[in-house]
């Protein structure tokens, strides 16, 4: 796989991995809002065992694949696999771009029969950019407007969260966000919120944004969820961060958290 560019190597290992094993694929950026067990079986059930978010962007884009779910061997995900391996054994193929893997789903469930007739039964959830759904926090568009608020969706995260902003994070309507690591992020020491370029949210607070209220509700959540289920506590140690009583989560210190 040395000649497969990084991203596209993951996007070739994760229907290898659903075709093989069954399961869920969540990109790291995936923000689990509710549970899986409590929707992702009923969302599969019409396809037979697969369930994907779609479409992101119309035609152009029909699928979302930074989370999937099937079953093992799912006729779909084997026919997807055969189509991404013959793409890649091809001495001349076509330039489908950073959107190879969707493209591919695209002409599947066109062409083939089979993955046609699942497909078309399969539950649909749009995954459009600034829509209810997964990618309503997601500015990969300059000037693109969220739903809620007549502003650039990076800055309605970087703001202090509003009534409706609370009251959307408390429905939790949406089982999953896709989240970036490029449009708006902590700064790693200080109470300030990056853009993707680098540069500040002028006269934001991290501690104070609606990024913060929305990570720390779900932690909080997941914590509760946690002690029902499991009936002991969760391993979240919030005392951990230095900066908590100023700010930030410092995720990556939990004890959850993979060393």
């Given amino acids: 796989m040395s000649w497969i560019p990084p991203a596209a190597a993951a996007d070739v290992l994760r229907i290898f991995l659903l075709q093989r094993y069954g399961g869920v694929w969540a990109d790291a ?16 059930a019409p396809a037979d065992g697969f369930f994907a978010f779609a479409p992101e ?11 999937l779910a099937s079953k093992a061997s799912h006729p779909l995900v084997e026919a997807w696999q055969e189509r991404v391996h013959h793409h890649w054994q091809l001495d001349h193929r076509p330039n489908l771009e950073y959107f190879w893997l969707h493209a591919l789903f695209g002409q599947l469930v066109q062409e083939n029969p089979l993955a046609k007739d699942v497909w078309e039964r399969a539950k649909k959830l749009t995954a ?5 759904g997964p990618h309503l926090h997601m500015p990969y568009e300059e000037g693109r407007t969220n739903v809620y608020a007549k502003e650039r969706r990076d800055e309605v995260l970087a703001k202090p969260p509003s009534t409706t902003f609370k ?8 089982p999953i966000y896709k989240l970036t690591i490029h449009d708006v992020k902590f700064h790693k020491t200080r109470d300030v919120l990056l853009q993707r370029d680098g540069s500040e949210f002028h006269g934001f607070a991290a501690s104070s944004s609606s990024f913060e209220y929305l990570m720390r509700r779900t932690l909080e ?37 993979p060393g």
């Fill in 57 to 67: 962007k119309g035609q152009e884009i029909p699928i979302m694949s930074s989370f």
């Fill in 167 to 174: 009251e959307l994070v408390e429905k939790k309507s949406e």
């Fill in 29 to 44: 950026t995936i923000l689990c809002r509710r549970p899986l067990d409590d929707w992702i079986d009923e969302a599969a």
């Fill in 128 to 132: 459009e950019y600034a829509q209810p």
């Fill in 221 to 257: 959540e997941a914590e509760i969820y946690f002690e029902k289920v499991k009936g002991r506590r969760s391993p979240w140690q919030p005392e951990l961060s230095p900066f908590r009583k100023d700010y930030g989560l410092n995720i990556a210190d939990q004890p959850m958290m």
